[in-house]
């Protein structure tokens, strides 16, 4: 099993475009999330699927859209990209949204907006 | 407040100290405690679980809860030099659709 696997590993961006960070996960995980990872801010949760065909917005929503595609795939998008988007994003799944299981990582994408 | 601190580091020690890394809460709801290593320029990866309070221990690893106080930690006996990482502290309510909340993260560099 490969895991959770995201596309792609390093982006530059200038202010104003636009593109797609791609997430897929082969674990028959239910619930997906998208975290940003700031220097002295932790990781931080953008937005999360509990289940295929829901998404519900987490602590900073803003500037981001998400699609959950299928079980396995789960896209963040960035419409019109701002330097304070430049962050290192991460991807992760559980296999059920309650506490009792193990949330799991992706590599992260290291995303630079000039 | 912030719903989970942790102490900010970085912290350095030599070969074989003993670690002990801590975070505090203030949400009496949290229920799942977890510790995440994160190795530079990698993802997180998950390193200790623990439900409700009392302590768990894997090889040179222990980690404590004591909800009464709402303090978690980690304890390394014989740190070596593959411990140096960043340790995140995680903790989440019993709720159907509970979320991860993360301490900021403390970098340990173990000293040969």
């Known amino acids: 099993n490969a895991g959770v696997t995201q596309t792609p590993k390093f982006q530059v961006l200038k202010t104003g475009q636009s593109m797609t960070l791609q997430c897929a996960q082969d674990?028959?995980?239910?619930?997906m999330y998208w975290y940003r990872q700031d220097p002295g801010m932790g990781l931080r949760l953008i937005y999360y699927s509990a289940s295929e065909g829901t998404t519900d917005k987490g602590e900073v929503p803003n500037g981001y859209n998400v699609s959950r595609l299928n079980k396995r795939e789960f896209s963040l998008r960035l419409e019109s990209a701002a330097p304070s988007q430049t962050s290192v994003y991460f991807c992760a799944s559980k296999r059920m949204g309650r506490g009792a299981d193990t949330q799991y990582f992706g590599p992260g994408t290291r995303l630079t907006v000039l | 407040q912030k719903e989970v601190e942790q102490d900010p580091g970085p912290l350095s020690v030599p070969e074989g100290a003993i670690v002990s890394l801590n975070c505090t809460y203030s949400n009496s709801a949290f229920q799942y405690f977890m510790w995440y290593r994160q190795y530079s320029r990698k993802g997180p990866e998950l390193l200790m679980y623990?439900?409700?309070?009392g302590n768990k221990e894997d090889g040179r690893f222990t980690a404590q809860v004591d909800k009464s106080s709402k303090y978690i930690s980690l304890f390394i006996r014989d740190s070596q030099p593959s411990d140096s990482a960043t340790y995140l502290c995680?903790?989440?309510?019993?709720?159907?659709?509970?979320?991860?909340?993360f301490g900021k993260g403390i970098t340990l560099s173990v000293r040969p």
């Open positions: 674990m028959n995980h239910n619930s």
């Open positions: 995680a903790m989440e309510g019993a709720g159907a659709n509970s979320k991860l909340t």
């Open positions: 623990t439900y409700s309070s």
